[in-house]
């Protein structure tokens, strides 16, 4: 099983978000659950205002749409409703794609 996880907080950050899913995918390993990510890193991104530790991706929903589609995922799991998880949550119910979202 392949589950795209879609989230604005990644690494380097160091905060729960990221620790919980670090944690995440080591635990799915035994049961043959592959996690894909899609994350800041994969785009430009700028500093949060308040907190410049937290990138926000710079990117389109196009684009976001594309990366939804490539990583050919079994489920979607938004797990932070930032810039990204905003646009794949968009993508999604445009296309009638299941999908799971949490609050952190």
């Known amino acids: ?10 690494q380097p950050q160091v905060n729960g978000v990221v620790h919980t899913l670090e944690r995440l995918t080591e635990a799915l390993k035994p049961f043959d659950v592959e996690l894909d990510f899609l994350t800041p890193n994969l785009f430009r991104t700028l500093p949060m205002p308040t907190y410049p530790d937290i990138r926000l991706a710079l990117t389109t929903p196009g684009h976001v749409a594309r990366r939804i589609d490539a990583a050919k995922a079994d489920h979607i799991h938004i797990v932070t409703e930032g ?7 968009r993508y999604c119910r445009k296309a009638s ?8």
């Open 1 to 10: 099983m392949r589950i795209l996880m879609v989230t604005d907080a990644w």
């Open 83 to 89: 810039p990204l998880g905003i646009m794949a949550r």
């Open 97 to 104: 794609r299941p999908f799971t979202t949490s609050y952190h």
